[in-house]
């Protein structure tokens, strides 16, 4: 593998647990909602996502009534930029009341530093939106992560499994696809992002995938355990 002049890397299953994002983060989202809402509705930010998801049901008009929409896409899992935005908000207070701090696994941390001080630019691509990447990143269990990330990219790019959005991140990032290596625990994603021409890495944690993913369950993927197993050619 050629030595890599960045890398980009995945939160969820990758950096950090998927059980916090899942255990914490989203039910703590969910119960405080209609408290948020209640308080900040007349928020401008906060009414521009509320009347999105308003709109786009058509016969809404109770934010209680959105509120139980929005509370059933968290319950599917949904993608929604609405919901992500006002997840954010939510989050955001949590992190700064110190009503939690973000799971990171203890291995990437130390790594993440390495390879920062050894000059190499990193970046984060993620379906949560930036700022919560960046929320993510500035309260984790390792302290503030933040200052070592470069750039930051969320799925207004371009879908996770959509091989034009590792282009247009490589583009935006000033190098050659070949010199970005990406690093994931979704073989499709790190599908997408080969076929881009990007290098890649599977993660593929114990913690988050019991049953290892080898041969051709990796698609041919370089896998590792950690990311202390990630070795850059000098």
């Given amino acids: 593998m050629p030595t890599p002049r960045a890398i980009l890397t995945d939160i969820e299953g990758t950096t950090s647990s998927i059980s916090f994002v899942k255990d914490v983060l989203f039910p703590y989202a969910r119960r405080a909602l209609p408290g948020f809402v209640a308080a900040h509705s007349d928020d401008p930010e906060v009414r521009r996502w509320l009347d999105e998801v308003a709109i786009e049901h058509g016969s809404m008009c109770k934010d209680e ?25 939510i989050w955001k207070a949590g992190y700064h009341d110190a009503d939690f701090t973000a799971h990171i696994y ?12 050894s000059g190499m630019p ?7 939106s930036v700022p919560a990447q960046q929320l993510f990143f500035g309260h984790s269990d390792a302290g503030d992560l933040g200052p070592l990330i470069s750039g930051w990219f969320d799925t207004e790019i371009g879908g996770k499994r959509e091989a034009g959005s590792y282009a247009r991140i490589a583009e935006q990032v000033g ?20 076929v881009a021409g990007l290098q890649t890495v599977l993660v593929d944690r114990r913690e988050d995938y019991p049953q290892p993913r080898e041969g051709e369950a990796a698609h041919g993927h370089r896998r590792v355990d ?5 070795q850059l050619p000098d």
Avoid: N
């Fill in 65 to 89: 009534m959105i509120v139980e929409t929005l509370q059933g896409w968290i319950d599917q899992d949904r993608k929604h930029t609405a919901l992500k935005a006002l997840q954010g908000m």
């Fill in 106 to 117: 203890p291995d990437a941390a130390p790594a993440l530093r390495r390879w920062h001080e």
């Fill in 175 to 194: 190098i050659e696809p070949s010199a970005l290596l990406f690093l994931s625990d979704v073989v499709e994603e790190l599908d997408a992002a080969r």
């Fill in 226 to 230: 950690s990311f202390a197993d990630i």
């Fill in 122 to 128: 990193l970046y984060v691509y993620s379906s949560g």
